[in-house]
């Protein structure tokens, strides 16, 4: 990362401290520098918010927020498949604009793009707030990536790029941005495209993945704290497809953020939404709400991961399904803050602290590639949380502040 990148990630991990984020909370960044934040709502928490919330299906955003989408949202690497950026100012504005656009990326226009909200060049409907983008194809004289977000690790031939920077220009003529530039997936021309079966007018299935349609951006929502219904999701899904789903992970194809951008929730990648609690001996009570997800019982959680590369990494994907289980313990054992593993413990997990390596001299070594951001593996702690393992494994797990005081956590 540039160092102009590793200011701007500090200034802003800086600005969620001050408006009451947890740094336990926060996951590390991402490509471009912005910090990824977790969200959980657990047992009566989840039944009470939305509760709250008006029960009449929303389609149109609310107000104090914007939004983007490209349609569609992949294209194949040919230089022939193209795709539309709109741009939802959601109100009058000046003008809307596009540029620094990828390398990987080719308009049949100037570098820096006009969009247009008049119902004509692809424009959907004319002064609807929605501004829409000249064709954009993929620069056939770049090769694609090998690997998702450049990692040996990840599928081959599929990739995510960010298109460019909107210039959103008020009508007193202030120019803001979005906190993360849009974004369009890039499909390899030798990967067949998937089967598809349609189970309903608005659900598709493949062999991984359900595709389903709504109007009402209920993924973006509930990342936005936005009052999203992930119930408005599963129960069309149970409707044609049986209960044999321990987890749903929904990530959406559009973006919508708070204005302004620095918005605390524009920053969440991703949110762990409780369903039931299956067991004890924790700091969650027992709970199952999975009747009114369509589910008779087996439905455990859903999870809501942001848009793209930002949101769909195994890192972010992982974190959010170990919180079902893990970190849910008593803040005065000094382990946990109730919700993560404190960064100084020696849990090892997605959801806090390192591994330590013992010197053997009394003193400890901490294993920066096996933890927080950077966790290969499930922690001995995870895994007896897991119900996985009797415990025996797990060895006394400790957290030490800076100024070498340590407590040994033996409540297993």
């Not at 604009?97 to 570098?111: I, K, N, R, Y």
């Not at 040996?152 to 220009?169: H, K």
């Not at 090892?348 to 290969?376: K, P, T, V, Y």
């Amino acid at each position: 990362m540039s160092e102009p990148g590793e200011l701007r990630a500090r200034n802003e991990e800086l600005l969620l401290l001050q408006q009451g984020i947890s740094a336990n909370s926060v996951l590390g960044v991402d490509a471009e520098g912005i910090p990824l934040v977790c969200g959980t709502t657990t047992g009566t928490q989840a039944v009470t918010k939305l509760s709250q919330q008006k029960q009449e299906e929303a389609t149109v955003l609310p107000t104090g927020t914007r939004g983007w989408e490209t349609i569609p949202n992949v294209i194949r690497d040919d230089g022939v498949d193209s795709f539309h950026l709109e741009v939802n100012v959601n109100g009058p504005v000046a003008a809307v604009t596009l540029d620094s656009v990828s390398a990987l990326l080719t308009t049949s226009g100037p570098a820096s793009l006009r969009l247009r909200d008049d119902g004509q060049g692809g424009d959907r409907v004319s002064g609807d707030f929605i501004y829409t983008s000249d064709p954009i194809r993929y620069n056939t004289a770049f090769p694609l990536p090998a690997f998702y977000m450049d990692d040996p690790s990840s599928p081959a031939g599929l990739y995510s790029a960010t298109v460019g920077r909107v210039n959103i220009e008020a009508l007193d003529g202030t120019i803001t941005h979005y906190l993360t530039d849009p974004a369009v997936g890039i499909l390899g021309s030798g990967i067949p495209a998937a089967s598809m079966v349609a189970l309903s007018p608005n659900i598709q299935v493949s062999s991984h993945l359900i595709n389903i349609r709504t109007s009402t951006q209920e993924t973006q929502r509930l990342l936005r704290d936005l009052g999203g219904n992930p119930r408005n999701i599963t129960n069309p899904i149970y409707q044609v497809l049986p209960d044999e789903f321990d987890f749903f992970l929904f990530f959406s194809t559009n973006k919508i953020e708070l204005v302004p951008a620095t918005s605390t929730v524009n920053f969440t990648a991703g949110l762990h939404y409780h369903v039931q609690t299956n067991y004890t001996g924790t700091g969650l009570n027992l709970f199952n709400d999975s009747a009114s997800y369509g589910s008779s019982g087996r439905l455990l959680a859903v999870n809501a991961l942001d848009a793209y590369s930002r949101g769909i990494t195994s890192q972010n994907a992982t974190h959010e399904l170990l919180h079902q289980w893990g970190a849910y313990i008593s803040p005065s054992f000094g382990l946990s803050d109730g919700v993560h593993y404190q960064p100084k413990s020696s849990v090892g997990s997605l959801l806090g602290g390192f591994q330590w390596i013992d010197n053997g001299n009394g003193s400890f070594m901490r294993n920066c590639a096996e933890g927080r951001n950077a966790a290969h593996h499930a922690s001995e702690l995870d895994k007896y949380m897991m119900g996985l393992t009797d415990g025996t494994q797990v060895g006394h797990p400790t957290s030490c502040d800076w100024h070498g005081e340590c407590r040994v956590w033996t409540h297993y």
